[in-house]
């Protein structure tokens, strides 16, 4: 693993065994990418590379746009996606391929929670990312269905994971309660224009088995 600073963020590499291997970018809420990989490791994932980020500013780098806060204790979203997302791909991916063994086939974005939904908005943006999994992705997040069903990635990604935990919709906050039917609602807009989808509801809320669920989605990725 090589670990490395740029503009006050963590990321730590897991370089894959072999030139050409995949590149799988995770941008993660605290320094869980060790968790990830290990969770990976023990799924007999196929070769690839891991870059996972931390010290992000959660709610503002992973937010598409401005938004009131869900909870009132809660500074609101400040819609700084745009931003992150030039810094990941001027900054960041030159950064990471310098320390691979070679040039990936592909590179695709995973997140949990609003990186999950970071992912799924950001392979919008660009084609740089070939393939997404998007686990407890805030797809609730407003305006973010309508979005997303009106911008269909171009060109087509390759791929798209979702998942979700059985219990996030059954919430007493309002803004959450739609998730479910949102991530659905998204995962066949892809699947009817012919990009391979899947959708996989776990068992439990959406703080369960965090680690697990994010290495089996990368773990979906690297199958397809």
């Known amino acids: 693993m090589t670990t490395f600073e740029r503009?006050?963020?963590?990321?730590?590499v897991w370089p894959g065994r072999g030139p050409g291997a995949p590149l799988v970018y995770l941008n993660t809420f605290g320094e869980e990418g060790a968790q990830v990989r290990a969770e990976m490791d023990r799924l007999g994932c196929p070769d690839c590379s891991l870059a996972a980020v931390s010290g992000l500013d959660w709610d503002r780098d992973l937010s598409p746009w401005?938004?009131?806060?869900?909870r009132r204790e809660e500074e609101p979203f400040a819609g700084g996606a745009g931003d992150y997302l030039r810094w990941m791909t001027g900054t960041l991916r030159p950064a990471v391929r310098a320390v691979l063994p070679g040039d990936p086939c592909w590179e695709g974005l995973a997140g949990y929670s609003m990186a999950g939904l970071f992912a799924v908005w950001a392979l919008c943006q660009t084609d740089v990312f070939r393939r997404g999994a998007s686990m407890s992705g805030s797809l609730w997040y407003p305006g973010a269905r309508d979005y997303l069903l009106g911008h269909l990635p171009q060109p087509a990604p390759d791929c798209f994971y979702f998942s979700l935990g059985s219990k996030e919709s059954k919430t007493r906050n309002?803004?959450?309660r739609t998730v479910e039917e949102d991530t659905r609602a998204v995962e066949a807009f892809y699947r009817e224009k012919g990009i391979p989808t899947t959708f996989q509801l776990n068992p439990g809320n959406h703080f369960r088995d965090t680690a697990a669920r994010t290495a089996a989605g990368i773990a979906w990725l690297l199958r397809v």
Do not use: E, F, M, R
């Not at 503009?7 to 730590?12: A, W």
């Not at 401005?66 to 869900?70: F, L, S, T, V």
């Open 66 to 70: 401005p938004a009131p806060a869900i």
């Open 174 to 176: 309002p803004a959450l």
């Open 7 to 12: 503009d006050g963020k963590t990321v730590s």
